[in-house]
T-cell receptor
Framework: KAGVTQTPRYLIKTRGQQVTLSCSPISGHRSVSWYQQTPGQGLQFLFEYFSETQRNKGNFPGRFSGRQFSNSRSEMNVSTLELGDSALYLC?????????????FGPGTRLTVL | QQQVKQSPQSLIVQKGGIPIINCAYENTAFDYFPWYQQFPGKGPALLIAIRPDVSEKKEGRFTISFNKSAKQFSLHIMDSQPGDSATYFCAAATTGANNLFFGTGTRLTVIP
């Protein structure tokens, strides 16, 4: 079974621009969660989507948004980029059933904001 | 504030040693405690997970010990190998909620 895939793997943007990252979950998984990983703040939860609906949201500004499509693929968008948005953005997929928590991470997208 | 506290920040052991990584939490609603292993340039990989109804879980060379009353849990790596050199993260969540709260990570180096 193929794992979680994320595209692109690397991105360089400048302040003020916006960016869209993509995530394809493991086949059969309906939940997609996004995390930001930085050396200073570690791994922080952004949001989770299940059946095209945002089910949970972390403590990030409204510049961070996401969506999920009917095939469970997900995108996250960051508008008006700031230098502090430079990070590894990780996507994790899971079955999404309430009794299961196991999440499987993709390789991440390394975003650099100049 | 950090919901899950992890220590040590870094750890160096000889091959065959037993590194121990500790985590503590405050939120008693947490009932799912996974450990992840991350190599440079890769995403975290689920290693082993435990729920509070058991005090210990073993999978291969990896063991989680869980102390519910102390709100602490730890990872032991038996017979550590150089290939175990990676960053290890503990995490916590409530059942059905996929927002994992991660510890700050422990960089493990196993010397041959």
């Amino acid at each position: 079974k193929a794992g979680v895939t994320q595209t692109p793997r690397y991105l360089i943007k400048t302040r003020g621009q916006q960016v869209t990252l993509s995530c394809s979950p493991i086949s059969g998984h309906r939940s997609v969660s996004w995390y930001q990983q930085t050396p200073g703040q570690g791994l922080q939860f952004l949001f989770e989507y299940f059946s095209e609906t945002q089910r949970n949201k972390g403590n990030f500004p409204g510049r961070f948004s996401g969506r999920q499509f009917s095939n469970s693929r997900s995108e996250m968008n960051v508008s008006t980029l700031e230098l502090g948005d430079s990070a590894l953005y990780l996507c994790a997929s899971s079955l999404g059933r309430t009794s299961h928590n196991e999440q499987f991470f993709g390789p991440g997208t390394r975003l650099t904001v100049l | 504030q950090q919901q899950v506290k992890q220590s040590p920040q870094s750890l160096i052991v000889q091959k065959g040693g037993i590194p121990i990584i500790n985590c503590a939490y405050e939120n008693t609603a947490f009932d799912y405690f996974p450990w992840y292993q991350q190599f440079p340039g890769k995403g975290p990989a689920l290693l082993i997970a435990i729920r509070p109804d058991v005090s210990e879980k073993k999978e291969g060379r990896f063991t989680i010990s869980f102390n519910k009353s102390a709100k602490q849990f730890s990872l032991h790596i038996m017979d550590s190998q150089p290939g175990d050199s990676a960053t290890y993260f503990c995490a916590a969540a409530t059942t059905g909620a996929n927002n994992l709260f991660f510890g700050t990570g422990t960089r493990l180096t196993v010397i041959p």
